[in-house]
Each structure stands twice: as C-alpha cells, then as structure tokens.
C-alpha cells in the first residue's frame, strides 16, 4: 500500500489591462472551472531513479553563510537543507580551486615536474565548503559532488589559472615541462582524502567547468575526446587509492546542453563511457530538452538568472527569476531530458542584487525567493533513489509527472500552463493508497508549500486550495498559472 504526498502548487495570476486576451479581476475565483480533467499514474512503467536536487556554495559563498550572524546562518542552512523548514536538497557541489593561494588551492605551487613529488598544503577550510559539508550531513545530506574548474595553473598550457589553456598531456595539448595528467589525478584523489579524512564522504568527481569558456576566473578549455585523454588515467588512479567505489567520475559540465550532447558523443567514440558515473551539463547556451545518448544517469549542475534583479515571485509576469519559471524548467529537464538532478548555481549569498543566488542573507534574516520553493516542490517530495513513473494528461496545458518513493510514498506534479485554472482528478493504477498529504503554493505565499486539505477513496485524491479552487487530485504538486 502506498501512501500519496499532495502539493497543490498554484501561481494565480490577476490580469491585466495590457495582458491581451485575458479579463480584467480582482481575485482569484475568476478563474475556476468546475469540470475536472483527467490525469493517470501508472506505477508500472518506469523510467530514470533520481540522485536528488542542489545547490553550490562556491567562490567564497560558503563563507558568506558561515560569517552571517547566528539567526541567518541557522535560518539559510534550514531553507537550503531542511526538508520541513526549507527545500530538503540532498546534493552539494563543491568547488575545487586550482589557485595560486593556499586559499585557493591543496596545490598552490609548481612541484617543479610532473614527476617531482607535490606539497600539499590542507587549510582545514577550503573556503568554508569544509563547515558547510559538516552542516549538510548533519541533515542528512550524502552527495557530495566536488568539481575542479580546471587543473593548477602550472598544469595548464597557458600557465595561468583563467584564460582557458588545456592540461599539459592530452591529445593535442604539449608542454615543455612535460604530461601533467597523472599529476592532476592525483592531485584530485588527495582533495577527496582531504575530505575522508574530515569525515565528509566525496560520491562524485569532477574535473572541468564550462571546457568550451575561456574565462578569465578559473578555467580550462577541453573537449569530450581530451576529457576521454585524461578520464584513463583518473580511473585507475582512483581505484589504485581504494576509491573506487566510494567516488563516481563526472563529465563534463558543459556550458550548455547542445555542447554536452556532442562531448558525450566523443566520450563514447573514446570507449570511457563505463569510466563516468554521471553525465554532467550547465544550461547557460542551451536547455536540456531531449535525453542524451548515454546509459549514465544525466545531471544538470548549474545554472542560475545571473542578470535579472533579485525576484520573491511566485507568479507576477512570467519573469526568469520567478517561481513557477523554474518549477517548468525543472519539470523540462525531467521528463523530456529524463534528468536524474537537478542543481541550482548558488544556494544563498550576502549583498545580493541578482537571482543567481536562491537565498539572501542580509543582518539577521535570510530570505528566500520563490525559485526556493520551486526546487522544494520537488526536492522534499522527490527523494534519492525515487524512481519517475509514466503519466498521462488529458490536456495540453497540464504538464505531469509522478514517482515512486523509497520510503513507499508515490509523488506527483501537475503544472498548469494554461491561462485559466483548471481542475484534475487523478487515478493511479498499480497500487492501493491509505494515505494522503496536499500542500499548495501560490503568489500569496511566496511559493512556500503550505497545508491544504485533501480526502482519498481508492485510488484518487480529493483536494481543496485557498481562494475557491476546487481541486481533485493523487498529486502532489499542482502549480498553476491563471
């Protein structure tokens, strides 16, 4: 017998005159309609387990929740990793600096040659992804994912830490001072030790950032068949250190989905697809649409609304920086791109002006926007190891999935593209149900999931949302824009 979880997600939009098409109102019950349509679960066909739902804390963002004052850090720490109080995300992605500093790096220094044996210099810090780590476990976080934007600057063809430049050793990229690529393995299995032996557990590894971005932080340009160059020597190197299992190899974060396609394509033609735990990608150029070719499970990492202004919306406009934007991007990567994660850029911040950060910590508060919420809806609902299930819509506008739970809970979203409200009865085949649990979030309140009611009888659920909307639902997020 399972037991459902309910969401009822609604972004109620109020009209107005400069909005072609759609009545002037003032309230929400303009836009309820009473004939219910039809969506179905079927718990029997099955698709991608999902890994979870993150954030990052890097470039000194870490430090920003550590130094907050006593309220903000607790309040920023419980809306990034709090399943009740906050998003309940399981994955953090850490950064593995490759700086002249021991600030910045395990490695500021050139050992002389690749050969020569490196001082490695731990500062028990690391920027504070160290203390943030310890704080995430004691949520009951376990995915760690600890990614190099590029090798130490003297591993590099450039020399430099930004700028691009490729490491000294795979195809096509030679330097004087020899092939560095055994050395950049090992420097990346002594930064997983580092976190062994600070009881933080590394699962997955990373060593390229956006390889096709010349930036002028740090960098590295490579190409699927020059990460396929240096993933030979990662492999056996990790194994030889009896990490093995314990960490998963991850490529290759590609500015965008469209570049990620093409290096997974060279990473496959280059026999090191067995070699990747997880295929990686950012969604800046391109979105993840469609699946990629690979029989790894699919990770987007990063990505964020970098210009616009800092947004708490839920629903106002359909802005970047709203809620029910990124409930649809997520609900995009998912199904169409069969996403096992889904990491946002930046988790929280001070000094804030943009939206490439969820949470704004500002003296003793921290505040968090609706793109919170959005990944909330997903991540307290969705939990490692959940497994997406088919669904079917009776309407265009009604996007849908559902998943199976580890802990026998089943999980499903309903979001309402459409202009008008629209009510949905769900029935679910495979399964018996005794149980269900219905929230609802909406511009009122931010986006936040907030109780609602909901009865069961078999296998649908009944619900009620604020504002007299009648909804009729086994679901567990129902966003809608109206």
Known sequence: MYSIVVVLSLAVRIAHAAEPGLPRATSEAHVLQRRATSISVNLGTTFQEMDGFGVSEAFGRATNIFSAT???QTAALDLIF???????????????GNGNTSADSILPTSPGSPSATPNYQYDNNDSSQLWLSQKAIGYGVKTFYADAWGAPYFMKTNGAVGGGGSLCGVSGASCASGDWKQAYANFLVSYVQYYNKNNITITHLGFLNEPEYAASYSSMLSSGTQAADFIKVLYPTLQSAGLGNQVKITCCDS???NNQKTMTAQLISAGVESQVGVITS???TTSPDVAINTTRNVWMTEYADLNGSWNTNW???GAMGEGLYWAKLIYNGIVN???????YWEGAETDVTTDSCLISIS???????????ALAQWSRYVRPGATRVATTSGSSALLTSAFKNPDGTVSIQVINTASAAQDVSVSVSGGTFGAVTAFVSQQSNGGKPTATAASISGAVVTGSAPGSVCLLATSSYITRSS
């Open 363 to 373: 003296g003793s508060t921290a505040t968090p926007s609706a793109r919170l919420w």
């Open 82 to 96: 709090s399943p009740t109080a906050g998003a309940g995300l399981t994955i953090l992605r850490n950064r593995i």
């Open 70 to 72: 006593a309220s903000a």
């Open 282 to 284: 950012h969604s800046y």
């Open 255 to 257: 500015e965008g989905w």
């Open 337 to 343: 791109a069969r996403l096992s994660a889904y990491v």
């Open 315 to 317: 629903y106002s406009n």
